[in-house]
């Protein structure tokens, strides 16, 4: 295991210098919103945000992005067969990328790289992102990572971890692709090992024994889904949702989407758009029909998909990181960690 | 691995009016490249995206059967943006098809089985595929009896109406073609909902009897208790479902019931698979 010093002096530079090889996202602030984004030519990561409103999932996953094209002009060759546009694959960086955040993409990815299909967009994105982490200090009230598989200095998904202390960064170097972004950026000034792995442990350790909230999980596994389907709570629990799908919209582990075709003259393009469960469209039929048409449906499903239906699908855990934006931005309050607990301790009667 | 968002540019070869009342049309496609051709290469049951640059992409079911070659059909019915759009669309036209998509009917399973196929309605067309592969010469000897019900409101809105007739003449099968009802005094087949000619007329269970089920959610849901006094186990009865799509390859996340995406780990499922799922279909 390397790592690596950066003194905060020399952040800038190398950040700078990394550009000529990277294009990068981080965190900002865009119209009083915090938010993960590509970074103009003058911008810098704001490192000092605890956390982002808005998930980093655009960088893999744009709330909107032009899958395919075509030409409707029937005097022109190849009209109305769909190319593909021309895409970005040149290498990128997310620097910043909080711990959660990074195990959240490992998540997305079980969805969007599979053995039957691969998303070419998706998927040749996440392949030229190198994922420049950053742990986590101190956790935010809402945090509850540590409960869902990840934690402010989990690993999982990164290239590389930072550890901020206060004049400098400690970078431990996790992949090669981490260890070219750091090449790339000159930042080379090799650190103890030892010493800094053992300042980082206690750290960690501190950090997590920051967050208090613990949600468990341990009893899911074993109920069925009918039985937690059919249970009595979801009316009372979905009974305040005013289904304005923010909770969908700034969750890092919400991928669904919609697909439609935009026609500007004789020029079409496929598009698709974020999309979201709590919307009654999501699922309604031509008929009118509508599997999910009452609200409560839509609560439920989206708390069983993260809850039960990918711990049963993938026996990968839940389909949540516990980075809290759910729960701080819900206009109602609604709280996926008390949802979690009434999920987990429910007991059907037999 | 391939773009599974791209589709094959077909062009519409033929396009007949499949029910009195023009609600449904028959499409057949010939794909540009004939390459294509051989990579769609598909099985009854199955269903694929038909793509329409500038208008979007509807899940529609293989109506044509792997045994027929050199093209691909599909009956769709007339309801919202994109099958109206299709309906207006005409001969020589270019568009796309993206798949084929899901499962299939589970064929292997199927085999040294005697088959009992129940339809209602437009959702027929996966059905006729199957019918077709089993009565082909190569494959008729595989399974044993064949019992096929099958119900429209009226006689002119029965799908495929040349072919069941010729069916109905055949000996390796045994039609039961059903209307809701009909003023036409020639009509000589049976007069009533599927699930009680389903009572009458199709054969008991035994272990080695299937039922594939499709049809509109009321004629699944008073066909199944009739099948059950029949005595079909929930592993004998194989259905397929439908919820909105739009990605089709298990991605978009809007067709699940429970943890099974009806596009990629469906659309055909055992009854007892299905009762292990939320009812959100
Ligand atoms: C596996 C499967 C097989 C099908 N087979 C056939 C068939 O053989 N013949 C036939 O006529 N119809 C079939 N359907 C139904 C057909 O897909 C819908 O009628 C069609 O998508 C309606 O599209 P629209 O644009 O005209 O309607 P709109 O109401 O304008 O719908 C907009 C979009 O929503 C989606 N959508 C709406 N309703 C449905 C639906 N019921 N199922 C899936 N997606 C929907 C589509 O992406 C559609 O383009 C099948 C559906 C599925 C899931
Ligand atoms: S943010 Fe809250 S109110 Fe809005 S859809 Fe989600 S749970 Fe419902
Ligand atoms: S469900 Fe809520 S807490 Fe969990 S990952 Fe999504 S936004 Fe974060
Ligand atoms: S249609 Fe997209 S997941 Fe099934």
């Known amino acids: 295991m390397?790592?690596?010093?950066?003194d905060k002096n020399d952040w800038t530079r190398g950040i700078d210098k990394s550009r000529e090889t990277y294009q990068l996202f981080g965190p900002v602030t865009d119209k009083n919103q915090s938010v993960f984004k590509q970074l103009g030519k003058e911008a810098y990561p704001?490192?000092?945000?605890?956390?982002?409103?808005?998930?980093?999932?655009?960088?893999?996953?744009?709330?909107?992005?032009?899958?395919?094209?075509?030409?409707?002009?029937?005097?022109?060759?190849?009209?109305?067969?769909?190319?593909?546009?021309?895409?970005?694959?040149?290498?990128?960086?997310?620097?910043?990328?909080?711990?959660?955040?990074?195990?959240?993409?490992?998540?997305?990815?079980?969805?969007?790289?599979?053995?039957?299909?691969?998303?070419?967009?998706?998927?040749?994105?996440?392949?030229?992102?190198?994922?420049?982490?950053l742990a986590v200090n101190k956790p935010s009230a809402t945090d509850f990572s540590t409960s869902m598989g990840s934690g402010p200095f989990a690993e999982e998904g990164l290239d590389i971890l930072l550890v901020d202390l206060e004049d400098h960064y400690l970078a431990k170097v996790l992949t090669p692709k981490g260890e070219a972004f750091l090449d790339g950026a000159g930042f080379n000034g090799v650190a103890d090992t030892d010493a800094s792995l053992k300042t980082i442990e206690g750290m960690k350790q501190a950090a997590e024994a920051a967050i208090t909230t613990k949600?468990?999980?341990?009893?899911?596994?074993?109920?069925?889904?009918?039985?937690?389907?059919?249970?009595?709570?979801?009316?009372?629990?979905?009974?305040?949702?005013?289904?304005?799908?923010?909770?969908?919209?700034?969750?890092?582990?919400?991928?669904?989407?919609?697909?439609?075709?935009?026609?500007?003259?004789?020029?079409?393009?496929?598009?698709?758009?974020?999309?979201?469960?709590?919307?009654?469209?999501?699922?309604?039929?031509?008929?009118?029909?509508?599997?999910?048409?009452?609200?409560?449906?839509?609560?439920?499903?989206?708390?069983?998909?993260?809850?039960?239906?990918?711990?049963?699908?993938?026996?990968?855990?839940?389909?949540?990181?516990?980075?809290?934006?759910?729960?701080?931005?819900?206009?109602?309050?609604?709280?996926?960690?008390?949802?979690?607990?009434?999920?987990?301790?429910?007991?059907?009667?037999? | 691995m391939d773009n599974p968002y791209m589709p094959y540019p077909v062009r519409i070869d033929d396009i007949e009016i499949a029910t009195e009342d023009k609600s449904l049309k028959t499409f057949k496609f010939v794909f540009l490249n004939k390459e294509d051709e051989e990579k769609f290469s598909y099985q009854a049951g199955q269903f694929a995206e038909l793509s329409i640059p500038g208008v979007g992409e509807i899940p529609i079911g293989i109506a044509s059967s792997p045994v027929e070659k050199?093209?691909?059909?599909?009956?769709?019915?007339?309801?919202?943006?994109?099958?109206?759009?299709?309906?207006?669309?005409?001969v020589g036209d270019i568009m796309g098809i993206r798949g084929p998509l899901g499962n299939w009917y589970p064929w292997d399973k199927l085999e040294g089985k005697n088959v009992v196929i129940i339809g209602g309605g437009f959702a027929f067309t996966t059905l006729r595929s199957s019918i077709i592969y089993m009565l082909d010469p190569a494959n008729r000897s595989k399974f044993g009896t064949i019992d096929v019900v099958y119900g429209a409101r009226s006689p002119g809105m029965l799908l495929y109406r040349d072919e069941l007739?010729?069916?109905?003449?055949?000996?390796?099968?045994?039609?039961?073609?059903?209307?809701?009802?009909?003023?036409?005094?020639d009509w000589k087949y049976n007069v009533g909902f599927v699930p009680t000619i389903v009572e009458q007329k199709?054969?008991?269970?035994?272990?080695?009897?299937?039922?594939?089920?499709c049809g509109p959610p009321i004629m699944i849901k008073f066909t199944q208790p009739a099948l059950e006094k029949l005595g079909y186990g929930e592993e004998q009865i194989i259905m397929s479902l439908e919820n909105r799509m739009k990605c089709g390859i298990g991605m978009c996340g809007r067709c699940n019931i429970g943890k099974e995406l009806v596009c990629k780990d469906g659309p055909v499922f055992t009854l007892k698979e299905i009762n292990l799922t939320p009812k959100e279909y």
């Open chain 2, 70 to 90: 050199g093209f691909v059909k599909f009956t769709v019915f007339k309801t919202g943006v994109v099958t109206s759009h299709l309906h207006n669309m005409k």
């Open chain 1, 215 to 350: 949600v468990p999980t341990d009893k899911l596994k074993d109920k069925t889904i009918l039985d937690l389907h059919s249970a009595p709570f979801w009316d009372d629990l979905a009974f305040s949702c005013i289904n304005c799908g923010t909770c969908t919209f700034v969750c890092p582990t919400c991928w669904c989407f919609d697909i439609q075709d935009e026609t500007k003259g004789k020029s079409t393009s496929r598009f698709r758009n974020w999309d979201s469960c709590m919307s009654p469209l999501f699922t309604k039929h031509g008929s009118g029909h509508n599997p999910r048409g009452e609200k409560t449906q839509r609560v439920r499903q989206r708390f069983m998909h993260k809850l039960k239906y990918f711990l049963d699908k993938y026996d990968q855990g839940s389909m949540c990181v516990g980075c809290g934006r759910c729960v701080e931005k819900c206009p109602v309050n609604i709280d996926i960690r008390s949802i979690c607990n009434t999920m987990n301790s429910y007991e059907p009667q037999k």
């Open chain 1, 46 to 133: 704001e490192m000092g945000r605890t956390d982002t409103i808005m998930s980093p999932k655009s960088v893999l996953f744009p709330q909107t992005e032009k899958i395919l094209t075509a030409s409707l002009d029937e005097s022109v060759e190849n009209h109305h067969i769909m190319q593909m546009p021309e895409t970005d694959t040149t290498p990128r960086a997310a620097i910043g990328i909080r711990p959660y955040d990074a195990k959240a993409v490992q998540l997305v990815k079980l969805n969007f790289d599979t053995p039957e299909y691969r998303d070419t967009y998706w998927c040749d994105a996440y392949e030229a992102t190198t994922f420049v982490g």
């Open chain 2, 165 to 185: 007739f010729e069916w109905e003449q055949r000996d390796d099968i045994n039609m039961h073609i059903t209307v809701d009802g009909t003023d036409d005094p």
């Open chain 2, 202 to 213: 199709a054969p008991k269970a035994d272990p080695d009897t299937y039922a594939i089920v």
């Open chain 1, 2 to 6: 390397k790592v690596i010093k950066i």
